[in-house]
């Protein structure tokens, strides 16, 4: 037989060898958690390790996930498609054990987590997806969505601002799937938190409305057991179970101090470790009594072949909803979605109308939602600016199948809530801020951008042209780097053709997130044909041409384009052939054959000017060194709109002007 110490102990000795073998790595946290994963794992986790995306597993996630070798030998010891040689391969290129967990690279790893309190973020993400997706397609008898959502995090999760930004909205939505154990060790990095981490964290948590299991033995496993079975008798309220650990555990001259926190801790050390916890295995070797005990092969097996049995017969019995499911499940758009949307294109094409961008988005939002229930959206307490509710909207606030977030200022929050959401399936989130505040949810972004995550980001008020709010609310530098954050596609539409566009390939775009980059001010509308209607969704497409050998290439978005327009227009009419490009996305255009790129911006033109309200250097890409931006420099002022753009640049004269320089240099 084998002891809960001995099961748990495997998971701190595969952990301590496998960074002391990469020689980098946090070793204690594993060491403080092990006690906890082993009952958590073993007696409570649904999951079956042959099948990691089973529809109705529970989801763990590791939010301190810096401790990753944890979750590693859980992995591999429950049976996992993880070798013991890939943790001998811990942290080494190519390997299936990185040093932080990231989705899709292992098995059985539900998002990427590391920059501390975002996976705690994701893992509310999570619980409100369980809990809506459930309440829409549950029936009587039949909970086909019926799951938990675990969560480990560590002082510096709590510590992050995040933390308070998702712990406070999930106690408000009543989150009662969501439980949360707290490794409180009281070490960092730094030393002992106590000199900066005062916090009553029970108290804390109390005030956004959670139960609170406080003061347990994290080394304890009759303490652990019970506290989670308290927390799962709550079902109206997010628990945090606050386990007091020692980091480190078993080591006799590290535990406990922040010497065992990221660094392997020796060959000396290890020996000193195995012998006070009496393991007498040498590294990487686990005997075959605790792999025995530890596998949940089979009992994940029949976990998952009860769930079948019960979808089985809940296809027989409610098949219209049973197929609706599958198809959000398997990420399917619905079988009327390119009639559809090709439709609506066509008729905004032959009704325009001068809207704002972020207008012609609420519109589009009001025909394509209706197809794609699947369609989860919420705003950063702007929905009234950001125009992203329409008439269907419900709140899951008031109707729990809803389809609506008020996520309150919570920018950051919000954007990694969404991430959480969308990975586990069933739903394509919407986000919405003024672009300027991308930067309170920058890491969020950019960890979409890294897990690959289908997440659309709606950012209005795009420009100067959002007026007398100030330099404070006009963004400069975000829109290029958006742009130069790897894997999103950045839309900034000129109108609500291209508005409806930029829609329709976010939500046909397989993996990755999409930005849209939408307008306060009303928009002039363009005319196109058919063949430039077909070519937007290339990123860019010649709108206009004076169909001779060019002389000068005008380059544009948003609400640019139209004084670019009217200026080239002028250029032609002073004996010049001119071209003007609608680029809405750069990273679409970029993606096209040479034979496209070529066509729209042939390589013999050599004078080119770009025309955007946004920071200039970015647009040398498309220019060439030598071609002329019309951009910002600085940042904005307060003031109408219309003088902005007058003061920085932005009129057809100053167009002219400077192309006629160009043309003669």
């Not at 390997?95 to 975002?118: A, D």
């Not at 753009?645 to 240099?665: C, H, Q, R």
Request: aromatic content about 10%; hydrophobic content about 35%; proline content about 4%.
């Amino acid at each position: 037989m084998c002891s809960r110490i001995e099961l748990a102990n495997a998971i701190r000795f595969l952990s301590i060898d496998a960074v002391q073998n990469a020689q980098s790595g946090h070793p204690g946290m594993p060491m403080g958690m092990a006690d906890i994963a082993e009952v958590l794992w073993r007696d409570f986790l649904k999951h079956n390790p042959k099948n990691p995306n089973w529809n109705n597993r529970d989801r763990f996630i590791l939010s301190n996930g810096h401790g990753s070798m944890l979750l590693y030998s859980l992995l591999h010891l429950t049976g996992y498609d993880l070798s013991i040689e890939e943790l001998k391969n811990f942290r080494q290129l190519n390997s299936k054990t990185p040093g932080h967990p990231e989705t899709g690279e292992t098995p059985g790893v539900e998002i990427t987590t590391g920059p501390l309190g975002q996976g705690l973020a994701n893992a509310v993400g999570m619980a409100i997806a369980e809990r809506t997706l459930s309440s829409y397609f549950n029936r009587p008898e039949y909970n086909i969505v019926d799951h938990y959502t675990w969560v480990f995090v560590g002082d510096g999760c709590l510590m992050e601002g995040i933390s308070h930004e998702v712990c406070s909205l999930a106690g408000t939505l009543k989150l009662g799937k969501l439980i949360v154990f707290y490794d409180k060790n009281g070490i960092s990095i730094d030393g002992k938190v106590s000199n900066w981490f005062t916090d009553d964290t029970a108290k804390r948590f109390k005030s956004y409305n959670w139960h609170v299991v406080d003061s347990v033995n994290g080394h304890d496993s009759e303490s652990i057991n019970n506290s989670i079975k308290a927390a799962k008798l709550i079902t109206d309220q997010p628990s945090i179970i606050i386990c007091n650990t020692i980091i480190g555990f078993g080591s006799p001259n590290k535990s406990g101090t922040a010497e065992s926190h990221g660094a392997p801790l020796g060959t000396k050390e290890i020996s000193l470790t195995r012998e006070k916890l009496h393991w007498k295995y040498p590294p990487f070797e686990i005997p075959k009594k605790i792999y025995k005990k530890w596998s949940f092969i089979e009992k994940g097996f029949e976990l998952e072949k009860t769930w079948n049995e019960k979808f089985s017969s809940y296809q027989s019995k409610y098949p219209d909803l049973s197929l609706e499911y599958l198809r959000r499940i398997n990420k399917e758009l619905p079988l009327n979605w390119n009639e559809t949307t090709k439709n609506y294109i066509f008729s905004l094409q032959e009704n325009r109308q001068n809207i704002a961008s972020r207008k012609a988005s609420q519109n589009t939002l009001e025909k394509y939602a209706k197809i794609l229930p699947e369609l989860i959206g919420g705003s950063a307490d702007l929905s009234p600016s950001n125009l992203t509710m329409w008439s269907c909207c419900n709140s899951i606030t008031d109707n729990l199948s809803g389809n609506y977030i008020h996520y309150g200022v919570r920018e950051f929050g919000m954007t990694a809530i969404a991430n959480g959401i969308s990975h586990h399936g069933g739903f394509i989130p919407y986000t919405a801020t003024f672009l300027m505040f991308v930067e309170y949810a920058r890491n969020a972004v950019r960890m979409a951008a890294l897990m690959n995550t289908k997440h659309i980001f709606v950012y209005t008020h795009d420009s100067i042209g959002l007026g007398e709010d100030g330099p404070t609310h006009q963004p400069i530098e975000q829109l290029a780097s958006l742009r130069m954050t790897p894997n999103i596609d950045v839309w900034r539409p000129s109108d609500q053709v291209e508005t409806a566009v930029a829609w329709k390939q976010a939500l046909e775009k397989k993996s990755g997130p999409t930005a849209l980059i939408l307008s306060r001010q009303n928009l002039d509308q363009f005319h196109r044909n058919s063949k430039q209607l077909d070519s937007i969704s290339c990123g860019a497409y010649i709108l206009y041409d004076s169909n001779k050998p060019l002389d000068i290439i005008f380059i544009s978005t948003g609400s640019e384009l139209n004084i670019t327009l009217i200026a080239a227009k002028k250029i032609i009419s002073l004996g010049y052939s001119a071209r003007v490009v609608s680029m809405p996305s750069t990273s679409v255009f970029d993606r096209q054959d040479h034979t496209y790129k070529e066509f729209v911006l042939p390589s013999y033109v050599t004078k080119r000017i770009a025309i955007e309200a946004s920071i200039e250097d970015f647009w040398y890409k498309y220019v060439g060194i030598d071609g002329l931006i019309i951009g910002m420099k600085t940042f904005g002022e307060s003031a109408p709109a219309e003088d902005l753009f007058k003061k920085f640049g932005f009129t057809i004269d100053n167009i002219v002007d400077k192309s006629i320089a160009l043309l003669k240099s």
